[in-house]
């Protein structure tokens, strides 16, 4: 397998945890976001969107990081990301879609990018944007927990495709410096997860691309 990613791109911190999960091996294929290489050759010829994470296996070129892993959780099921009833994997879903498709949408750097180029948003408004959207939806996340039964993860107690996306939200976050207080339960989630050692392994420090 083949993952054309970028160190700080969120959605392509989703694919390495899934990975990293499942214990797969991978060769890791660095994409710069920030100077370009997306819409380049020789990688726009692979991708269609112009979009990492891409993943290249057994012929096939994939993309968008919740199909990669829901593929990676069909292929390979242990350990598994989703629940095994229809009710289960539906409120897991609907978690890592709260960030996948609500947060991360119009905060992602194309965005940022049009706010400050296009729209002539300066540094501190961007990052006003920024903030206000995470922490409007993390507001909205820590709801969705509250509904649900107390567990170590986002649901349960063995990561979901719900940590894979929260995972790396909150290392956006902080990096923004958005406010993640009076979060309790996302923010144990966080901890527990980054004290296992496939999240450790596929945060972007850890990556061969990495700069600080």
């Known amino acids: 397998m083949k993952l054309h990613n970028y160190f700080r791109s969120s959605a392509s911190f989703r694919v390495r ?11 890791y ?3 710069n976001l920030v100077r370009g290489d997306h819409g380049k050759l020789p990688y726009s010829a692979l991708s269609a969107d112009g979009l990492v994470p891409l993943l290249e296996v057994d012929g096939k070129k994939l993309s968008q990081s919740m199909a990669i892993i829901e593929y990676l ?8 990301l989703l629940p095994g009833d229809a009710v289960g994997r539906a409120e897991v879903r609907a978690l890592a879609q709260s960030i996948a498709c609500e947060i991360h949408p119009i905060n992602n750097l194309r965005v940022l990018k049009y706010l400050v180029h296009e729209l002539k ?3 501190e408004a961007k990052n006003a944007w920024y903030r206000h959207w995470c922490r409007t939806g993390l507001d909205a996340f820590e709801r969705q927990l509250n509904q649900l039964p107390v567990s170590i993860y986002c649901y349960g107690n063995t990561p979901t495709l719900a940590d894979c996306c929260l995972v790396p939200q909150i290392f956006n976050c902080q990096r923004f410096e958005v406010n993640v207080d009076a979060l309790p339960r996302t923010m144990a989630v966080f901890a527990a997860c980054m004290a296992l ?5 596929a945060q972007p420090s850890a990556c061969p691309d990495y700069v600080a």
């Open 17 to 27: 945890i899934a990975l990293e999960l499942k214990a797969l091996s991978y060769e």
């Open 29 to 31: 294929l660095a994409i």
């Open 73 to 80: 959780d069909e292929k390979y099921p242990a350990p598994a």
């Open 121 to 123: 948003v300066d540094e």
């Open 197 to 201: 050692p496939a999240f450790q392994k």
